[in-house]
């Protein structure tokens, strides 16, 4: 079963995308199951995971009415706010939602790099661990000697860096962002999205400058901790979605079938509690 883990649906009336500025005309609109459909047929995506886009809850919810009514869609990673007095009633009212798989704080936009250690939020990561949800780290490259210690401060806690953690692939910035990498890989459990790698290496991305990053996630990590995404529709303002597919098919061609296997679907399905 091959899934995209990494998609998003919104409708811009709802008027909550704070991030959508206008010079991002491109995908200043809505997208939904109907654009997304032909797309995922044509590559032979079986399902999609529906990931949050606005720091609401009530985007949380729409994605959940999205998903209701989304044969393909099998899960939404959603947001709360994580140091509300009741994020535990809040996180317990949407798991009732069997869709509801795990929660995304928008970490990569909040100006304090260490705001995950806050004490404040530590009721939060008890609950999203006692819950059996998953936690997606929306981080940049400088955010990770401090997403090292949150991950080993809560060990328990079912963590997936998001996108590869952007790393400044547009300015071949690569030792620091690898060496960091590396130690989250080794010292915890982590898993790791293969997505919106397109996005970071900007208008003149090519599968040799890709290549470095994605073959040293696949060394730290393994087949077996990766998992593989679209960041759709953030990905066509560089690439198309059939391109992204025909670059990953061929970045991990030298992978057995099991192998690919895992990071095409199976480890999603893992991780999601699809």
Sequence with gaps: MRIDSHV??????????????????????DFGAADLRPLIERAGIDGVVLVQAAATVAE?????????????????V???????????????????DA???GIRP????????HWMLDDA??????????????????????HLPVLLKLLEREPDLRAVICHGAKPDIRSGAFDRWAA??????????????????????????????????????LRIFG????????????????????????????LLSGLSADDRAKILGDNARKVYRL
Excluded: N
């Excluded at 811009?12 to 005309?25: C, K």
């Design 223 to 250: 087949p077996g901790r990766l998992i593989w995404g679209s960041d759709w529709p953030v990905l066509t303002m560089t690439a198309g979605y059939d391109e992204w597919v025909a670059v990953t098919d061929s």
């Design 99 to 101: 869709h509801f798989k």
């Design 180 to 217: 960091d990498m590396e130690r989250i890989a080794d010292r915890t459990q982590a898993f790791c999205k293969l997505s919106g790698l397109i996005t970071e290496a900007g208008a003149g991305w090519s599968v040799d400058s890709l290549r470095p990053y994605v073959d040293h996630l």
């Design 78 to 96: 959603g947001w709360v706010d994580m140091e509300a007095a009741d994020v535990h009633r809040v996180l317990e009212s949407l798991r009732a």
């Design 60 to 76: 949380t919810r729409f994605l959940l009415e999205q998903a209701a009514a989304c044969r393909f869609a099998l899960g939404v």
């Design 121 to 142: 939020l530590r009721p939060a990561f008890r609950a999203v661990v006692d819950f059996d949800l998953s936690f997606d780290c929306l981080v940049r490259p400088a």
């Design 106 to 113: 928008m970490i990569h936009d909040i100006p304090r790099e």
């Design 8 to 29: 998003h649906f919104w409708r811009i009336e709802r008027g909550d995308y704070h991030w959508m500025t206008p010079d991002l005309a491109t995908i200043r609109r």
